[in-house]
């Protein structure tokens, strides 16, 4: 199994505030990489570092061998085998449903546009969005506008998909929806790096499990070890935190 | 499915009675409104027509005979009013476009460009447009130029067009800066270059936002074209300023006056509706 992401010494500095320390991470095709850890660890950050919406300050990474940290890199092409889905959703709200995700396959990959709306209908009525395709965002639950947010950045057939919290603003009623599409995609085989707080979905899914502690991986591991057995007192520690606020 | 539902609905009995008693003070309600309108609109009107002075101001400014007569000249005038409004506006619109997008790119070989149309905006966004009118109408012809018109029309539409740009640069400029980073990042993460995230997801949002203040501008620059008559281009103003000191009876300022709100207040209505519409369609909390 080849490596398609692999982060090696990544470090990231805002001023003064070191948010990524000396990182290296692997993510083998067709698994899922768990980041845990509090707010603040450095998990978005570092999905953000892998989709070069931030410049890392040293390190490299590597995309299926290639280096995307060279400054000759073309930024935009590399992003288009990237998918990103936020935390605040992030879809476009002057556009429908339909052309949240047809606007990246029409404009960047140069798709035709019937085709690009066949494409989005058929990953809509996959994932029971069918009868939103012509609504606007706003007019869409919490749940609705993150699965339409997953199914824009599937529309580009990414070759890694960057999920960062998304299950985090919504409604806890609204969480299993959204999370049920990764299990699918997981069951696809799609590879995936998603950062979240929800301990039960991460064990379902997590191929490795790594915590995150002041921009570093204290403990990595399976999901069984991490979760259930952590070594580090601080994994300890946060986990059960995490426990007493009934997300375990 | 929703639909199923509403047709089986009828409403209760309570919800009748609320009904008819909304019904009930609805029309209470207007009945407060209309004595109240005329009790106040009525007593200014004869507070108006019974002043001492009322006579001469009749006279002096609604002479309703005289208005007619001039009115074919004074609406000849506000033609030239709407075409350089016309025609500068489409102007403003490419050029105050082009400065907002140059002021907020990144792009390190368009930093000379940056600096000049920052400079260009600072420079007619603080002169009074007055003296640009003065300063291109009088002072270009002044140089002499060949291939350089000296239709006081086309200088006076240039003038507008300098200080107008500066101030619609300005506001695009805000709404493409007011557009969350989120959406940029949202856009980058999907492969769009920065010119096509510029394009496809910043400025749509950023010039319906600016909708509103873009219309204010427009109305004003209506309204400032009745500046280019200090170059004695024969606009509604300066039509009317003809015929007013020919007889020293003002009717024609207010004639033209009036043909300017004709104009304006349709145009401010509809546009508000427009942005209305809109916000409801796009977005769930747009009745609030």
């Not at chain 1, 609504?135 to 869409?140: E, F, G, K, N």
């Not at chain 1, 609705?144 to 950045?153: G, L, T």
């Not at chain 2, 980073?181 to 949002?205: D, E, I, N, W, Y």
Request: glycine fraction near 6%; charge should be positive; hydrophobic fraction near 45%.
């Amino acid at each position: 199994m080849s490596n398609v992401l692999e982060l090696q010494n990544v470090r990231k500095a805002f001023g003064s505030e070191v948010v990524l320390n000396n990182l290296s991470l692997q993510v083998p095709e067709h698994t899922a990489t768990v980041l845990i850890g509090a707010s603040g660890s450095g998990k978005s950050t570092l999905l953000r570092c892998i989709n070069l919406l931030e410049t890392i300050d040293d390190g490299q990474i590597f995309l299926d061998g290639l280096e995307i940290t060279d400054p000759v890199i073309k930024v935009d092409e590399i992003r288009r085998k990237l998918g990103m889905v936020f935390q605040s959703f992030n879809l476009f709200p002057h556009k429908t449903v339909l052309e949240n995700i047809t606007l990246a396959p029409v404009k960047v990959q140069n798709k035709d546009v019937e085709e690009a709306r066949d494409i989005a209908k058929k990953l809509l009525s996959r994932f029971d969005l069918a009868d939103k395709a012509d609504q606007y965002p706003d007019r869409l639950s919490g749940g609705q506008q993150q699965r339409v947010a997953i199914i824009r950045s599937l529309a580009v057939n990414p070759r890694l998909l960057l999920l960062d919290e998304i299950t985090s603003a919504l409604d806890p009623v609204l969480v299993n929806e959204v999370l049920s599409i990764v299990r699918d995609l997981k069951q696809d085989g799609m590879t995936m790096v998603l950062a979240t707080h929800e301990m039960g979905f991460a064990t379902q899914v997590a191929d490795e499990v790594c915590f995150l502690e002041s921009g570093n991986i204290l403990e990595r591991g399976s999901a069984e070890q991490v979760l259930k057995n952590p070594t580090n007192p601080k994994t300890q520690e946060f986990l059960k935190r995490v426990h007493q606020a009934g997300r375990l | 499915m929703s639909e199923k539902k509403t047709s089986a609905w009828s409403p209760s009995l309570r919800e009748l009675d609320r009904r008819a008693l909304r019904r009930k003070l609805n029309r209470k309600q207007s009945l407060i409104a209309a004595v109240s309108s005329v009790l106040v609109l009525g007593t200014l009107t004869i507070i108006l027509v019974t002043s001492p002075g009322w006579e001469v101001v009749k006279a002096t400014f609604f002479d309703i005979e005289y208005g007619k007569e001039v009115f074919p000249t004074v609406a000849k005038g506000l033609w030239i009013n709407l075409q350089l409004t016309f025609f500068g506006g489409i102007a403003i619109g490419i050029i105050a476009m082009g400065l907002a997008l140059l002021r907020t790119t990144k792009s390190p070989a368009l930093t000379p460009f940056r600096f000049l149309a920052t400079a260009y905006v600072d420079i007619f966004r603080g002169a009074p447009l007055i003296l640009i009118i003065l300063l291109v109408g009088f002072g270009v012809p002044a140089l002499r130029l060949q291939g350089i018109s000296s239709n006081v029309i086309v200088l006076g539409t240039i003038a507008v067009v300098l200080t107008y740009s500066a101030y619609v640069a300005e506001v695009i400029r805000s709404g493409i800066l007011s557009i969350h980073p989120s959406q940029r990042a949202a856009a980058r993460s999907l492969g769009l270059t920065s010119g096509q995230t510029m394009r496809f997801v910043v400025l749509p949002q950023a010039l319906r936002r600016v909708v509103p203040p873009l219309l204010n501008d427009f109305v004003s620059l209506l309204k400032d074209t009745g500046l280019v008559s200090i170059l004695g281009v024969t606009d509604a103003v300066r039509a009317a300023q003809i015929n007013a000191s020919r007889t020293f009876n003002y009717t024609p300022y207010v004639v033209a006056a009036i043909l300017f709100l004709l104009i304006t207040i349709p145009m401010t209505r509809y546009t508000d509706r427009a942005i209305r519409q809109r916000t409801q369609a796009q977005n769930s909390e747009g009745a609030i």
